[in-house]
């Protein structure tokens, strides 16, 4: 029975998160689909709205900087990345594609990315969100060791990758 109780413990968890990964709700703002709460990459082509389309237009365009990218690539290594975002926000339009072209070239392990969608007032169905202090999105929260390196707000202030380097670079 202790056994039982364990795997419960255990597994319960990953089937919650399962089910209620890449939701989709209707925007009535926009009048399209949006995608609320936990969620993937893959999670963007299910939705009817303009961002799947932004971000396969945006993705294969982006060149992020060799050198950066090369320096970046040691040092996401132990690095986890937590992203709130709105797939009806103009500015995710633009950084989320960015951010993972970045990633994917840096071969970043997406095991260690938490990705979450939130409404126009920054809401969504994920327990803490409130913990994350949210103020404008796309937020990009870097983490070491469970302690937070820093944070890209919004737009970075230079190349996603040179922000990024500037963050995990300090530890």
């Known amino acids: 029975m202790k056994n039982l109780f364990s795997c419960l413990v255990i597994i319960l968890p990953v089937l919650i998160t399962a089910q209620t990964l890449n939701q989709v709700a209707f925007d009535e703002k926009r009048n399209n689909e949006m995608l609320l709460g936990y969620c993937t990459r893959e999670g963007f082509k299910m939705i009817q709205s303009n961002f799947d389309s932004a971000y396969q237009a945006e993705y294969p365009v982006y060149k992020p900087d060799p050198a950066t990218l090369d320096i970046l690539k040691t040092k996401l290594k132990k690095v986890k990345v937590t992203i709130v975002m709105g797939t009806w926000c103009g500015d995710s339009r633009d950084w989320i594609p960015r951010f993972y072209k970045v990633m994917d070239e ?4 997406y095991r260690r990315l938490t990705l979450i969608c939130v409404d126009h007032v920054k809401k969504a ?8 202090k949210i103020e404008r999105i796309p937020t990009f929260i870097f983490y070491k060791k469970k302690k937070e390196l820093g944070r890209i707000v919004e737009v970075p202030s230079d190349l996603i990758e040179k ?3 500037k963050i995990v670079g300090k530890r």
């Open 163 to 165: 922000d990024m380097l």
């Open 106 to 109: 840096a071969g970043f392990d």
């Open 125 to 132: 169905p994920v327990t803490g969100l409130d913990k994350l």
